[in-house]
């Protein structure tokens, strides 16, 4: 099994449309976990970290399962601009891992 | 501007060629690391580097040298290229080795070994 398991889609979505995504993690011991945003040919940025308590940031909402082993992000809203990969980073066993991101195109 | 820059952007090369990709970050990070990104795999670890001097191997240091002389620089060495190595590779730093601190990518090489 995977250590981080991502929905590589695409997630296809017209512009205004609520777009929810889910990343599940093997290792119960991580402690960290972001959400990376990758485009087309260029380098991952930080989109933002994942909470306990969950966090939001304007149209983003990031939330942690414990219990079930997973972590999401919903994009309120959706703009064209945010046609990305999300890619999940979990720290477990003391170092980053990556998935290998889910791909979200926002049409017109 | 803060930044982490390779080079080169793009690279064709031939089996066995010895090689170097640069990174270089003006942030005076401690922390610097290397991935590589190929479909369907995610970004794996290659080498990283807590601080100068100290360097460690990551998920897929085969085939790979790194050095860290000077805290700015961390170049990635192929000393003997082989198709196999063909991939887009991100350098990264971040202030410190903490797993909290947010990673800064570099622009990427993508590198074609015939």
């Known amino acids: 099994r995977k250590e981080v398991e991502q929905d590589p889609g695409p997630f296809n979505v017209p512009e205004g449309a609520t777009v929810a995504f889910n990343c599940t993690y093997s290792n119960s011991a991580s402690q960290s976990f972001f959400w990376y945003r990758q485009d087309c040919r260029k380098e991952p940025k930080l989109l933002m970290s994942v909470y306990s308590s969950g966090n939001e940031d304007g149209r983003f909402t990031a939330q942690l399962n414990r219990a079930s082993q997973y972590i999401s992000l919903l994009i309120r809203d959706s703009k064209l601009s945010d046609s990305a990969t999300y890619l999940c980073?979990?720290?477990?066993?003391?170092?980053?891992?990556f998935g290998t991101g889910t791909r979200l195109l926002v049409s017109p | 501007e803060a930044q982490v820059t390779q080079n080169p952007r793009y690279l064709i090369t031939v089996t066995g060629k010895k090689l170097t990709v640069t990174c270089s970050q003006n942030?005076?990070?401690?922390?610097m690391s290397w991935y590589r990104q190929d479909p369907g795999l995610g970004l794996r670890q290659i080498y990283y580097s807590m601080n100068v001097e100290v360097t460690d191997k990551g998920d897929v240091p085969e085939g790979y040298k790194v050095s860290r002389k000077e805290k700015r620089n961390f170049p990635l060495i192929l000393e003997s290229p082989s198709p196999n190595q063909t991939s887009l590779y991100f350098c990264a730093s971040s202030s410190t080795g903490s797993l909290n601190s947010p990673l800064h990518f570099g622009n990427g090489t993508r590198l074609t070994v015939t």
């Open positions: 980073v979990e720290t477990g066993f003391q170092k980053l891992v």
């Open positions: 942030m005076n990070h401690e922390y």
